[in-house]
């Protein structure tokens, strides 16, 4: 665990629990839910977000017509030069269509969730973006065809 990283404890892994499957749930019902005063939960609520464990919010769309196209990427990395690879992850995290990216452990070095308007759109940045970054990557591209579960 980072050093800046808090200690959670029963009481956070509640209030997490409840805030994953409602994260616009007022103050007071999850305070209620959980049962804590309001003001506690209020406190408890800035300290997890303070130290990142709460990242943000965010709205799970289920129109289809609204959804983007959704694709996850292997990257396997033809190298493990620490420069050139902290230069790729640096890119990584800076393209505004790769939503998460996520180092692995198995037979690729990356994960990534790349939502995109379109297939055609995909497909360009797969090919003219990502395909070209450094360390000649290796890609798998899977399409989300349906989303079951968020």
């Given amino acids: 665990m980072d050093d800046d990283r808090i200690r959670l404890d029963a009481l956070d892994r509640k209030l997490l629990a409840v805030l994953r499957t409602n994260a616009r749930i007022a103050t007071s019902a999850l305070a209620e839910s959980t049962g804590i005063s309001a003001r506690l939960c209020g406190v408890r609520l800035r300290?997890?977000?303070q130290s990142g464990v709460i990242r943000g919010y965010r709205a799970l769309i289920d129109d289809a017509e609204a959804r983007p196209v959704t694709g996850f990427v292997r990257v396997s990395l033809s190298t493990n030069g620490n420069?050139?690879?902290?230069?790729v992850e640096e890119w990584l995290r800076e393209a505004p269509q790769i939503l998460e990216v996520h180092l692995v452990a198995g037979d690729?070095?990356?994960l990534l969730r790349i939502?995109?308007?379109?297939?055609?759109?995909?497909?360009?940045?797969?090919v003219d973006?990502?395909?070209r970054?450094?360390?000649?990557?290796?890609?798998q591209t899977l399409l989300v065809v349906r989303t079951l579960k968020d």
């Fill in 83 to 87: 420069a050139e690879r902290s230069r």
């Fill in 133 to 139: 970054i450094a360390l000649k990557p290796h890609l």
């Fill in 47 to 49: 300290r997890l977000e």
């Fill in 115 to 126: 939502e995109a308007s379109d297939a055609a759109s995909l497909t360009r940045f797969l």
């Fill in 129 to 131: 973006d990502l395909g």
């Fill in 108 to 110: 690729a070095d990356y």
